[in-house]
């Protein structure tokens, strides 16, 4: 069956950096665009953070990460990775990547997705 793990989550101070992965396995990865998602505490959506086209020729971000955030993948590895740098406060959620065939900032359009991985940043 398909999975999605996410790993790199933890605690960091405001400034810090963190690198996220997403592995994939039991689908064919290369056709797939991956997205990043994340909840934050109390809010009932996820929000969209970033996506990545199948090949990797075209990244989409939200304006809040912009600059901040990189999305890339490697097709080899069935990976998919987020370097995280100047983190904020605000930016404290659980991270989600999920797995879609076309490229969607909307999270219902997704087809498959991770557990998620906490991400917390310290003031």
């Known amino acids: 069956q398909v999975q999605l793990v996410e790993s790199g989550g933890g605690w960091v101070q405001a400034g810090g950096s963190l690198r996220l992965s997403c592995a994939a396995s039991?689908?064919?990865?290369?056709?797939?665009?991956i997205g990043w998602f994340r909840q934050a505490p109390g809010k009932e959506q996820r929000e969209f953070v970033a996506?990545?086209?199948?090949?990797?020729?075209?990244?989409y971000y939200a304006d809040s990460v912009k600059d901040r955030f990189t999305i890339s993948r490697d097709n080899a590895k069935n990976t998919v990775y987020l370097q995280m740098n100047s983190l904020k406060p605000e930016d404290t959620a659980v991270y989600y990547c999920?797995?879609?065939?076309?490229?969607?900032?909307?999270?219902?359009?997704?087809?498959?997705w991770g557990q998620g991985t906490q991400v917390t940043v310290s003031s």
């Open positions: 999920a797995a879609n065939l076309g490229i969607s900032r909307t999270s219902y359009n997704y087809d498959y």
């Open positions: 996506a990545i086209s199948r090949s990797a020729s075209s990244t």
């Open positions: 039991g689908l064919t990865f290369s056709k797939y665009v």
